[in-house]
């Protein structure tokens, strides 16, 4: 039996979560320095860990492409009728845009969750994304994937909540958090419960997924937590050498056995008058290679961060030498190899999305998919040589070793068995124009025979 909630539980659950991704919004919006620089202090911040993450994240989600597959023949057409509805529910949500912003969340703060209902209003399926810092999760102990309940909770201003949901506050700002169970809805503000009913779907309507997983732990991994320490190095290491130069560009004037040097100044033109026995001179700090060994330490900063990121440079478009091909292939490995990785999580993230958004439509627009399974498809993360590869589907194709739907889907075509519908369709129709025409040719040759004949 599921333990009766508590909105007072959440106060004191997931502080440590909750803490992480507060300083790691802060790390990707640049407050990488600990504590207020001195005075004296230059501290510069070159926010490589944006641009790690920003990159990675157009790597991942670059060429995505949703369907459904039929089990068994009969349901075809129905197959393709779910893939019409989940492109249409697509452009409604607008969500090629919301899947990349909702992936750069996740990649900093480690998580990502996406929230599928019924919008009775509009009459349509509402996808959306709620704020991972508000979203808490109960699981089964013995299976991570197996949640038995979420709550959602979000802060509202005294209008926002009269326009939402027709609420009057007593104070100007309340928490709202909803709880959902597959048998339960509740909602409460703040500590009183507004509203308990069945849930009107079935399920959870949430799909919440990691980053990347640690074994036997349920929130996921940002990818900023193993590129903290050398981008913080980095800016240290960056700032002194900033500061040498500065220096370098305003020298300092050195005396020896000086008492007093009121009137010592670095200046073009300066004319120091000085007793005997002085020596002055103005220090350089560039002398013997100095600056050489800050630059080489920063080099090496920059391949460990690189190295750490999986993210070689020749992924921002420059390496150095020209690669194409196999030699491009091996160069990107790393990048890859954590594409992959995180395309698993998200498959199963978004075909669990496109399940909830039919079984939504199943129930309020009473459509029947039959026995569909959604699929979910990504492009190649490398450029390739659209001859080449055209050639090889085409020699699959005629082997029989691929279908073309296979080969379409190889190619990057977005709905694969919509095309191979116009594809049919314009056979059809070429063979009724060749028989068409091979019908009036003979005619025309029988005729000409006729006539002949006469």
């Not at 919008?119 to 013995?142: E, F, K, L, M, T």
């Not at 100044?265 to 800050?294: F, I, K, M």
């Not at 150095?320 to 999580?345: M, T």
Request: glycine share 6%; proline share 4%.
């Amino acid at each position: 039996m599921v333990q009766i909630f508590n909105p007072n539980e959440l106060k004191s659950r997931d502080l440590d979560r909750l803490k992480r991704y507060v300083n790691l919004l802060d790390f990707y919006q640049g407050k990488q320095w600990d504590g207020r620089p001195s005075r004296n202090e230059k501290q510069l911040t070159f926010n490589y860990a944006r641009v790690v993450v920003d990159k990675l994240c157009s790597y991942l989600m670059s060429g995505i492409n949703f369907g459904a597959e039929a089990l068994n023949e009969e349901d075809i057409e129905k197959a393709v009728t779910a893939r019409s509805m989940l492109n249409e529910v697509y452009q409604q949500n607008n969500l090629e845009q919301l899947d990349l912003e909702t992936e750069i969340d996740c990649a900093v703060l480690g998580d990502g969750c996406f929230k599928v209902i019924w919008d009775a209003s509009s009459g349509r399926v509402r996808v959306s994304v709620p704020d991972i810092q508000g979203i808490y999760a109960w699981w089964s102990p013995d299976d991570m994937s197996r949640i038995y309940r979420v709550a959602s909770r979000y802060a509202l201003n005294s209008e926002e909540a009269e326009v939402s949901y027709g609420l009057e506050l007593p104070s100007r700002q309340s928490f709202l958090t909803e709880v959902w169970t597959e048998e339960t809805f509740e909602l409460w503000q703040d500590e009183k419960l507004l509203e308990s009913k069945p849930n009107p779907y079935g399920f959870i309507p949430f799909v919440i997924y990691p980053n990347l997983r640690e074994p036997k732990r349920f929130w996921g991994v940002s990818d900023l937590d193993e590129i903290m320490e050398p981008q913080r190095e980095l800016n240290r290491a960056l700032s002194q050498l900033s500061r040498i130069l500065e220096l370098s560009g305003n020298p300092i004037a050195v005396l020896e056995n000086v008492e007093q040097s009121e009137d010592i100044a670095v200046r073009p033109g300066a004319v120091w008058n000085l007793p005997e026995d002085t020596r002055a001179y103005l220090l350089d700090l560039l002398q013997g290679g100095g600056v050489g060994l800050h630059i080489n330490y920063v080099d090496l900063l920059y391949r460990t961060l690189h190295d750490i990121a999986e993210a070689p440079r020749a992924a921002f478009g420059g390496s150095g030498r020209d690669l194409s091909g196999i030699a491009l292939e091996i160069e990107l490995q790393p990048l890859l190899q954590r594409v992959w990785r995180k395309r698993l999580i998200r498959s199963v993230a978004y075909r669990k999305r496109s399940a909830m958004i039919l079984r939504l439509l199943e129930k309020y627009r009473g459509q029947d998919f039959g026995k569909v399974d959604p699929s979910i498809s990504f492009s190649p993360v490398l450029p390739r040589d659209l001859s080449v590869v055209v050639g090889n589907e085409q020699t699959m194709v005629q082997s029989g070793i691929h279908s073309r739907r296979k080969a379409m889907n190889e190619l990057g075509v977005k709905d694969p068995e919509a095309e191979f519908e116009r594809w049919c369709q314009e056979r059809r129709q070429i063979l009724e124009m060749n028989r068409d025409s091979s019908l009036k040719n003979g005619k025309q040759r029988q005729s000409e025979r006729a006539a002949l004949e006469e």
